[in-house]
Structures are given as structure tokens and as C-alpha cells.
């Protein structure tokens, strides 16, 4: 079992930075992928970026290539989302999530889920 708990999250003016942090709790988390997702208002969850066990392989929806970077500290048990450059499409509530197996783009590959944390791009 592994429990995750995001922060970071905020209001931002366009263009600006915000990092989130998703700390876990539980098990050895060195064994698992992180997956970063979001949901903006009113649509679907959709996945935004993921780091392998290790951190040795990310993956990043198209949307944000180029403004997000997924890193992590397996000895805090952390992982981050570096968010540059941000839009007020980038505006949803994000979640971390947890597998042991793969790195998949889809909700459905994670087991464990944060509780979430708003962010708000203003423009």
C-alpha cells in the first residue's frame, strides 16, 4: 500500500511557474511509477506526464512537452512536476498516482491516487 499527498498547487498568472509535489507514504516507493494527471472543470481526467521507478524514463501528453518536467527523490519519497510557462488551459485539479507496472497514459493503469490540488491559471 502507498498513500500519496499532493501540494503545490495555487493561483498563477499566465506564463508563470508553479512545482507540485506529490509525497508518498507506505511501502518502499522506489518500485513504482508516477503518473501525473489532471482534470479540468467539467471534462475528463487526462494524463499530463509520468516517471519511471528510478527515474530513468518520463513521458509527457503533448500539451505540455516542452513546460512540464516530472522529476523525483526517491529518498524523500517525493516526486515533482516542474510547470513553467503556464496557460489557463493548464487550469485543473492535478493528481499523482502510483503502479508498479508500466508507465501508462491512462487512469486505469494506477492503483494508488492522491487526493488532488487546484491549480489556477488566470490570464
Known amino acids: 500500500q502507498v498513500q500519496l499527498v499532493e501540494s503545490g498547487g495555487g493561483l498563477v498568472q499566465a506564463g508563470g511557474s508553479l512545482r507540485l509535489s506529490c509525497v508518498a507514504s507506505g511501502r518502499s516507493f522506489v518500485d513504482y511509477a508516477v503518473g501525473w494527471f489532471r482534470q479540468p472543470p467539467g471534462k475528463e481526467r487526462e494524463f499530463a506526464a509520468a516517471?519511471?521507478?528510478?527515474?530513468?524514463?518520463?513521458s509527457y501528453a503533448a500539451s505540455v512537452v516542452g513546460r512540464f518536467t516530472a522529476s523525483r527523490d526517491d529518498a524523500k519519497k517525493t516526486v515533482y512536476l516542474q510547470m513553467n510557462s503556464l496557460k489557463p488551459e493548464d487550469t485543473a485539479v492535478y493528481f499523482c498516482a502510483a503502479t508498479t507496472v508500466g508507465m501508462g497514459r491512462r487512469p486505469g493503469d494506477y492503483d494508488y491516487w492522491g487526493q488532488g490540488t487546484q491549480v489556477t491559471v488566470s490570464s
Open positions: 516517471i519511471s521507478w528510478g527515474g530513468s524514463s518520463t
